[in-house]
């Protein structure tokens, strides 16, 4: 199995409205976000790509767009949880390319939230 991974990287703002009142995640505060898409398969094309990195420019385009300096609670339909934000990203990238195998989201150095789907039995 051949796997490539390419990394993006947003700034953003978010409050976890969902959490307690106190938990010092509630208010609003922000992060810088990195992003890990993850690709994989078995077979390599014509010239040895899984998929030309630059081919997932249109992935940048649209973190740019709709997440760079955005409050993410008025972007995403779910609560802005770093696991949240990788599932929303691998829809994303699995819709437009198949060889999508997982998203990681980082928000702090310490810590991510990967969405990987349970391999078909
Ligand atoms: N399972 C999750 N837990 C938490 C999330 C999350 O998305 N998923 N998010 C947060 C906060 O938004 C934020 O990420 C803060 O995390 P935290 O680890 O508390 O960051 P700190 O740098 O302040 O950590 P220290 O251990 O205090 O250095 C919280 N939880
Ligand atoms: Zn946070």
């Not at 051949?2 to 969902?18: N, V």
Request: one cysteine or more; hydrophobic letters at 35%; charged letters at 25%.
């Amino acid at each position: 199995m051949f796997r490539i991974c390419k990394e993006f990287h947003f700034c953003a703002s978010h409050s976890l409205d969902t959490l307690p009142e106190g938990h010092k995640c509630a208010g609003l505060h922000g992060h810088n976000y990195i992003v890990y898409l993850e690709l994989e398969s078995e077979t390599l094309d014509d010239t040895g790509f899984i998929i030309d990195f630059h081919e997932l420019d249109t992935f940048k385009a649209y973190i740019d767009e709709e997440f760079d300096h955005k409050h993410l609670n008025n972007v995403m339909d779910l609560p802005p949880t770093t696991e949240n934000v990788a599932y929303h990203f691998y829809t994303w990238c699995k819709a437009r390319w198949p060889q999508t195998s997982a998203v990681r989201v980082s928000e702090t150095p310490k810590t991510w939230a990967e969405y990987r789907p349970r391999p078909a039995s």
